[in-house]
């Protein structure tokens, strides 16, 4: 994980590194007292818009234990298989949009 913050307090960039991906997260002070956006876990998947992202990891259990280490995951963050046979699980960036973290062997 790498961490920029402005000298002024107004943003901060993380860079999160897992595996061959990376994922850039921006957190603005200006957005701090705003409420976050109200996603279900689902993320409303039939309606139109940008719902969540996807990740890749070659150790689900890793990456799990890795984010709750640096606390972007708790305890109540689960592994669960989905209807397609692909392993995954959710965190939230600041924002509360979800980022899913996924492993499918299935085209490797």
């Known amino acids: 994980m790498h ?4 000298e002024n307090g ?8 897992l595996g061959s991906s990376f994922l850039e997260i921006f957190a603005y002070k200006k957005n701090a007292d705003k409420l976050p956006v109200d996603y279900e876990y ?7 818009g940008v719902k969540h992202i996807v990740l890749h990891t070659n150790d689900l259990e890793g990456a799990l234990a890795e984010l709750r280490a640096k606390g972007l ?19 939230q960036d600041p924002d509360g949009v979800w980022v899913e973290i996924v492993k499918d062997d299935r085209y490797y």
């Open 3 to 6: 961490k920029y913050d402005e």
């Open 10 to 17: 107004s943003m901060s960039i993380v860079h999160l590194k």
């Open 73 to 91: 995951a708790n305890e109540k963050t689960k592994i669960t298989m989905g209807r397609t046979k692909v392993g995954y699980f959710f965190i």
């Open 42 to 48: 689902a993320n409303n998947l039939e309606e139109i």
